[in-house]
């Protein structure tokens, strides 16, 4: 196992091009032609790299993803690994990649391109060192994570039916690079709130007002939320009325809903489903639903974890740690199919924001920790 630290550190140097090479290709989530052309570069460095297959897949509306295997055998390992960002074309004209006092910068560093490209150095390491699996390991390069999956949900969803587990290669969290064995679910509603518009002067009483019935409603969603078991409803966006002297006829609002498990998304479904009017002539609409599902850290992901602390402190020489993520992944769609331990990528910080980052001399130990989890539960070949 220490021989496969010490083989990813010689590629140090080499690690460090394919990332700035990968932050320089722009791919904001809908923009095609990047995102395109960006596939088209980690099909291509997958196979250069790991001596595996991959194939490009074709997408008409959203950007192509990317399906690659690398070793063989009739069971499977997932890797799942985004290549959109939400920066837009030509951020990296204002954001360029540059390193300093060790740290890399740039659109996309953390989220989540430093940990597809550990993922790449990490089998290209099992590769030179001829350690062999007995499962094969499928990488799913998806172009649409941070839009909500709409073309690769599904793909996602049937590959992970058909493998043992998961390791997906998102940042890990805060500092020390935690793993992430619990990740909340998502839902998204849309409210529309129909009153009874009048004259606000001459003919108040006669009105029933959308926006009055949004406020109780907003009010109500707000106090079923529980920390404690981690349920939280958000009214994140609201709009309605047509003139300041009308009473408001329409109202409407989004909502996210998020939740740590399956149980209490079972709970918080119906209060938002079944909201009753607070006000006399008032109809209410609500659509939407779940877009992910909770990653619950089941006793599968405990082992998991487990494994990684084991080989991070037996082979690598530090603590790692686990916390739980109130942001979804793609991990989501497969916890429900397969264990999944998340949060596999780099330590770093400031995802989405424009201080983004990586720490570079805890690449080698990252990419080189989910090399030892794939051999060591990949079983290796005598």
């Keep these: 196992m220490r021989d496969i630290y010490h083989a990813i550190k010689q590629d140090e140097d080499m690690m460090v091009d394919y990332l700035k090479e990968i932050i320089e290709k722009e791919s904001p989530s809908l923009d095609k032609e990047l995102v395109d052309q960006v596939a088209d570069w980690v099909a291509r460095t997958f196979e250069q790299l790991t001596g595996g297959q991959s194939t490009v897949i074709e997408n008409a509306l959203y950007g192509n993803h990317v399906r690659a295997e690398w070793g063989e055998g009739e069971e499977q390992i997932l890797v799942l690994a985004h290549m959109d960002t939400v920066w837009p074309r030509d951020t990296i004209k204002k954001m360029p990649f540059t390193i300093q006092d060790g740290i890399a910068y740039g659109p996309g560093v953390f989220d989540m391109k430093g940990g597809l490209i550990q993922g790449l150095f990490a089998v290209k390491a099992l590769k030179d060192l ?7 390991v499928v990488f799913l390069f998806d172009a ?65 007002s959308a926006i009055e019935e949004l406020a109780h409603q907003t009010l109500y969603l707000h106090s079923q939320s529980n920390l404690k078991t981690g349920t939280t409803f958000n009214v ?51 659509e939407g639903g779940i877009n992910r599902p909770p990653l619950e ?12 602390k084991q080989l991070a402190d037996e082979y690598l020489g530090f603590e790692l740690t686990e916390m739980a993520s109130g942001g979804a992944s793609d991990g989501n769609y497969t ?14 910080d400031g995802a989405h924001a424009n201080h983004e980052q990586v720490v570079l001399s805890q690449m080698p130990v990252r990419s080189a920790l989910f090399a030892m989890l794939l051999a060591e539960c990949g079983g290796k070949k005598s």
Excluded: C, W, Y
């Excluded at 001829?130 to 094969?136: E, F, S, V, Y």
């Design 130 to 136: 001829g350690i062999k699996l007995q499962k094969k």
């Design 144 to 208: 649409d994570e941070e839009i909500g999956n709409p073309s690769s949900k599904k793909m996602i969803e049937e590959e992970a039916k058909k493998s043992e587990l998961v390791f997906v290669l998102e940042p890990g969290m805060s500092e020390k690079g935690s793993l992430k064995t619990t990740r909340k679910g998502l839902g998204v509603f849309h409210i529309e709130v129909t009153g009874k518009p009048s004259h606000a002067g001459m003919d108040p009483a006669k009105g029933v």
């Design 236 to 286: 994140g966006k609201i709009e309605g009325g047509s003139a300041s002297n009308v009473i408001a006829e329409k109202a409407r609002a989004e909502v996210d809903l998020r939740v740590e498990s399956e149980e209490e998304m079972n709970r918080a479904l119906p209060l938002i489903r079944q909201l009753k009017p607070k006000l006399d002539g008032v109809k209410i609409q609500v």
């Design 297 to 308: 850290r089941t006793d599968q992901v405990a082992d998991l974890f487990a494994t990684a």
């Design 335 to 348: 916890a429900p199919h397969a264990p999944t331990l998340d949060g596999l990528g780099p330590v770093g």
